[in-house]
């Protein structure tokens, strides 16, 4: 790969700067691709926003840049498209910094902005050295997501289309689905959980495999089926709804009948069932009927000893005596028939008989 180190002020950066849906972002009077389609969407937040402009105020050296050069005689940012996009945006006026917007600068304030130098690399090379060299700088500064590793290997228009969807703020995923999904969908968290449920975890198989479909309406109808199905079955919304891996319950319980009232009353006693430890497990409880996923409250070792006290150290099945440590603690009423994790419903087992329990 070709490089060669180059000065280029702001004020040629931002030149008829474009920033919307159907343009992309682009600067340098036309000839700057600022976000190519391997690179994230902006992630700065005011903090790290404002640092660039400070630089810039102060004259100090912002860490260089690198831009592919097209054959076209075109560039793209290969890294620094957050500052870049940071200072293209003060300039046009988007945001104010320490309550001033650019356009209440004085003219001298506005020329030392402008004529600010960035020191930029300008790159030649193939496609796999453009993406390689890209995945190497990036290893410093603001860390890649595996989402957005992945998007920059399997771009095309798939990965248009379902950026669209999943990828930006305030997108139509994020809107449908931010109380039952977790993460950010700029930083590609969204677009990764619903990959993840349509692909059974094989994500870079389903992008290779749909990297330039048409569009990404499959994913899109999928997701959109998942949380309906959540809605409908589950009507109350709360708090541990958020995180739970819904497609995986959809894939297999979406073709069964399902009582929601039923189900309603069921959830509404379990989170208040101080036994459960575990209330997010209480949707898979329901489904899988596997008491495991509800982390039920252990004995205390207080109340391991009472009941081996009791029992003068005799298991509760075998009658034999054995050491306290050779013991474990165990519900004489079972928890699914109604036993409480309490002094009273304690028992203790030897380590064999622990082994061999069943429901007595």
């Known amino acids: 790969?070709?490089?060669?180190?180059?000065?280029?002020?702001?004020?040629?950066?931002?030149?008829?700067?474009?920033?919307?849906?159907?343009?992309?972002?682009?600067g340098y009077n036309g000839k700057l691709n600022i976000r190519p389609k391997y690179q994230r969407e902006f992630v700065y937040d005011n903090k790290k926003r404002d640092a660039v402009i400070d630089t810039i105020f102060k004259n100090f050296p912002l860490?260089?840049?690198?831009?592919?050069?097209?054959?076209?005689?075109?560039?793209?940012?290969?890294?620094?498209?957050?500052?870049?996009?940071?200072?293209?945006?003060?300039?046009?006026?988007?945001?104010?910094?320490?309550?001033?917007?650019?356009?209440?600068?004085?003219?001298?304030?506005?020329?030392?902005?402008?004529?600010?130098?960035?020191m930029v690399y300008f790159c030649e090379g193939n496609d796999k050295e453009k993406l390689d060299w890209f995945k190497i700088i990036n290893i410093a500064g603001e860390k890649l997501t595996e989402q957005e590793l992945r998007n920059a290997v399997y771009t095309g228009?798939?990965?248009?289309s379902a950026k669209a969807k999943f990828s930006k703020t305030n997108c139509a995923a994020y809107l449908l689905a931010k109380d039952?999904?977790?993460?950010?969908?700029?930083?590609?968290?969204?677009?990764?959980?619903?990959?993840?449920?349509?692909?059974l975890g094989f994500i870079e198989s389903y992008m290779a495999v749909h990297q330039h479909d048409p569009n990404a309406n499959e994913l899109w109808t999928y997701f959109r089926n998942?949380?309906?199905?959540?809605?409908?079955?589950?009507?109350?919304?709360?708090?541990?709804?958020?995180?739970?891996?819904?497609?995986?319950?959809?894939?297999?319980?979406n073709g069964k009948m399902l009582d929601a009232n039923k189900l309603e009353k069921l959830i509404s006693d379990l989170m208040m069932d101080d036994d459960v430890t575990s209330k997010k497990g209480i949707y898979?409880?329901?489904?899988?009927?596997?008491?495991?996923?509800?982390?039920?409250?252990?004995?205390?070792?207080?109340?391991?000893?009472?009941?081996?006290?009791?029992?003068?150290?005799?298991?509760?099945?075998?009658?034999?005596?054995?050491?306290?440590?050779?013991?474990?603690?165990?519900?004489?009423?079972?928890?699914?028939?109604?036993?409480k994790t309490s002094n009273e419903n304690c028992k203790v087992l030897c380590e064999h008989c622990n082994r061999l329990k069943s429901n007595i």
């Open 284 to 339: 898979y409880f329901l489904l899988h009927g596997d008491e495991k996923f509800l982390n039920i409250r252990a004995f205390t070792d207080n109340q391991k000893r009472e009941a081996y006290e009791r029992q003068k150290g005799i298991c509760f099945k075998c009658s034999k005596k054995f050491e306290l440590a050779q013991m474990h603690a165990d519900h004489i009423t079972p928890w699914s028939k109604g036993g």
């Open 63 to 118: 860490n260089v840049m690198y831009w592919v050069k097209n054959e076209d005689g075109t560039f793209e940012v290969l890294d620094g498209q957050q500052r870049t996009i940071s200072f293209c945006q003060y300039v046009v006026g988007d945001f104010s910094f320490k309550d001033r917007y650019f356009h209440n600068l004085t003219k001298t304030e506005k020329q030392q902005i402008l004529d600010y130098k960035l």
């Open 180 to 199: 039952y999904v977790s993460g950010k969908a700029i930083r590609q968290e969204i677009l990764e959980t619903a990959l993840k449920w349509i692909s």
């Open 157 to 160: 228009s798939w990965l248009t």
């Open 226 to 253: 998942v949380i309906e199905w959540v809605k409908l079955n589950f009507t109350t919304y709360r708090k541990e709804m958020k995180g739970i891996e819904w497609g995986a319950l959809y894939d297999k319980f």
């Open 1 to 26: 790969m070709k490089i060669e180190l180059n000065e280029i002020r702001v004020r040629e950066v931002v030149e008829n700067y474009v920033d919307n849906a159907e343009e992309g972002v682009i």
